[in-house]
């Protein structure tokens, strides 16, 4: 089994900071189409200084995902418009419930013990065939709604597959950490 190591944990760390804006809860700022461009470029910047060498194939998939929605949504509205207020209060009920109603489709990390790669991997490309085929990027609201669930998944997909590199509490001194 791989460890977990110090440098899987900066990555990791860095990756949550680049996503930041997107935070469901008491985000940092506004979030605009601008921000999403910034958001891209730092997870260019991630992936290039090692993100992309922790990565699993299903991670590589999301990240993938992730990039190719920022990418259409900045180059779709090169304008300021708004997609969230930091002011505005969401929660997670609510957001669920917004994502149901827009249809998008649900991606699970797969199980690290079931190794189920190719069912994640289905999930991956319901939601690019989503993205190619109907997704406009033309309401704000709506594309908040979009990229916070794919940056969401992204961190999520990333803390469960570390998780499943995790090594026992004993440690032999290397750069070897716990979760």
Same mark, same amino acid.
């Given at each position: ?66 990039? =190719?929605?920022?990418?259409? %949504?900045?180059?779709? @509205?090169?304008?300021?418009? &708004?997609?969230?207020?930091? !002011?505005?209060?969401? +929660? ?40 190619? =085929?109907?997704?406009?990027? %033309?309401?704000?609201? @709506?594309?908040?709604?979009? &990229?916070?669930?794919?940056? !969401?998944?992204?961190? +999520? ?23």
């Amino acid at each position: 089994m791989i460890g977990y190591t110090r440098s899987d944990s900066s990555c990791t760390r860095r990756l949550w900071s680049a996503l930041e804006p997107l935070a469901l809860f008491s985000p940092p700022q506004n979030v605009d189409y601008a921000c999403l461009a910034a958001m891209s470029t730092k997870l260019r910047q991630w992936y290039f200084t090692g993100g992309g060498l922790v990565m699993t194939p299903h991670t590589r998939d999301v990240y993938f995902l992730v990039q =190719e929605a920022l990418v259409r %949504a900045t180059e779709t @509205n090169k304008g300021g418009s &708004m997609l969230r207020d930091a !002011s505005e209060v969401l +929660t997670l009920d609510g957001m669920d419930t917004r994502r149901r109603d827009l249809k998008i489709p649900t991606l699970s990390p797969p199980s690290p013990s079931a190794g189920d790669h190719n069912g994640a991997e289905r999930q991956v490309g319901q939601v690019r065939r989503m993205l190619n =085929e109907s997704w406009k990027f %033309a309401d704000p609201a @709506n594309d908040y709604v979009l &990229m916070q669930y794919l940056t !969401s998944t992204l961190r +999520t997909t990333v803390t469960v597959e570390l998780q499943s590199r995790a090594l026992p509490l004993q440690s032999s001194g290397s750069d070897r950490n716990e979760f």
